[in-house]
């Protein structure tokens, strides 16, 4: 006898046009129902399917994503697999978490030195792919800094481009001043439709143009963007990142899977608590894992109480900076009105709160900086990623889906067989 939750859960939305609600009828036909990390899911019960959660508690589950050891760590990073073979064995290939026999060997230097041997090969194959793809030359030693992912403003790409402009804002104010040398890289492709989001790539070449030519910063600070990003470049990538970006905006990322395959790889993540990233946390340890940004609560109660963009632009000077050098046309060559969409958006919208979060995105870049100008110290935190993410294998994933959705049972193989 309660209209409003007939109203609200009914397959069919009455209004001028009726629409069948996909997501209601999958509901209603569906056996199971299940998010792809604990925060997904936990949004499911609680806001998204909160009535058919209540109607159905039973059919609700959680089922976080996993990736392929065999591709995105023996093929991807044959040198890092060879050396987990000679400490470990290699039954880490078919049972993950055997990598935390890893662990001990964070205090073995020897060890430590090799890994990050296998990290420095790793960045020189790379940079030179980067070379023969787009012509830029970045220096290996430095810190690689890598954002690769689907262009959506909720991933906020944006978000890492005011914090390069930002480090480009400090050393132009002080070409002396010392910085730790990064190399920003960046893949990503924009649904064809996707006006905002290739503005956003278009933006991201044209501030790598102005600095990488810049004498005052270009051996300081290096930005490419990879064309045509797929899964065969993204295991070139993947085993030579340092610092692993995971921005989005909390509460917009399902789960993310680049997130896994960096971590596993051994970059260390700075990202919200998001997604898949509050389960990486969680297994790594808090001081593995820079953490910055709202919480998914937060978020709600900013949008609910009335959130303007301009409070945090007219507070912050170097937010204000960075904007205001975009709208000056800096990075727009012969077409000074080029990014001023970007721009408008930022300061009279801003849907994935890049403003609200700047401050402390930059604070967590400079405490990243200054962790890895301490050699051994990354290096632990660097193995401690791998050894802590097992967890986040595909095998574990499908053996949950087998077990808990679907009452599979495996099919041994035997060679008489084949």
């Not at 978000?159 to 920003?184: C, E, G, M, S, W």
């Not at 503005?199 to 064309?227: A, C, M, Q, T, Y």
């Not at 990538?237 to 680049?258: C, H, W």
Request: charge should be neutral; aromatic fraction near 10%; hydrophobic fraction near 40%.
């Amino acid at each position: 006898n309660d209209d409003d939750r007939v109203r609200r859960m009914s397959i069919i939305e009455e209004g001028q046009e009726r629409l069948i609600r996909m997501a209601y009828l999958a509901c209603v036909g569906s056996f199971s129902i299940n998010g792809v990390a604990e925060l997904q899911s936990n949004l499911l019960k609680e806001r998204v399917l909160r009535d058919f959660y209540e109607m159905y508690p039973e059919k609700f589950n959680n089922k976080t994503n996993g990736v392929s050891p065999r591709r995105f760590m023996k093929l991807a990073n044959p040198r890092l697999a060879d050396l987990l073979g000679e400490h470990i064995g290699d039954g880490w290939i078919k049972d993950l978490d055997q990598l935390q026999q890893l662990e001990p060997l964070t205090d073995n230097a020897e060890f430590r030195k090799a890994w990050r041997e296998v990290k420095q090969y790793n960045k020189r194959r790379l940079a030179n792919y980067i070379y023969q793809s787009v012509g830029v030359q970045v220096n290996p030693d430095c810190l690689f800094d890598v954002m690769v992912k689907r262009l959506h403003e909720y991933k906020r790409q944006l978000l890492k481009a005011l914090h390069i402009i930002t480090l480009y804002n400090r050393l132009k104010a002080n070409p002396q001043q010392d910085i730790v040398p990064r190399t920003f890289i960046f893949g990503a492709k924009a649904a064809p439709g996707y006006h905002q989001a290739k503005l956003i790539i278009k933006f991201i070449n044209s501030v790598g143009s102005v600095l990488n030519r810049d004498v005052d910063v270009r051996e300081r600070l290096k930005v490419v963007f990879l064309p045509n990003f797929n899964v065969t470049m993204g295991e070139l990538i993947y085993p030579a990142a340092d610092i692993s970006e995971q921005i989005s905006l909390a509460g917009k990322e399902a789960s993310g899977t680049g997130n896994m395959k960096f971590a596993l790889n051994g970059a260390i993540t700075t990202g919200t608590l998001d997604g898949a990233n509050i389960e990486i946390r969680e297994r790594v340890g808090a001081e593995n894992f820079f953490l910055f940004g709202l919480t998914t609560e937060e978020v709600f109660a900013l949008k609910q109480q009335g959130y303007r963009p301009q409070d945090y632009y007219y507070d912050n000077a170097e937010l204000k900076a960075a904007i205001d050098l975009i709208a000056s046309g800096y990075f727009a060559g012969d077409e000074p009105q080029l990014f001023k969409p970007l721009v408008d958006s930022l300061l009279n919208y801003d849907e994935y709160m890049l403003l609200a979060d700047y401050a402390s995105y930059i604070a967590c870049q400079d405490e990243a900086s200054a962790a890895y100008q301490d050699t051994e110290r990354w290096t632990r935190m660097s193995i401690l990623n791998s050894a802590r993410c097992g967890f986040f294998s595909s095998d574990r994933a499908m053996r949950q889906y087998c077990d808990e959705i679907w009452d599979v049972k495996p099919l041994r193989i035997t060679a008489e067989g084949l």
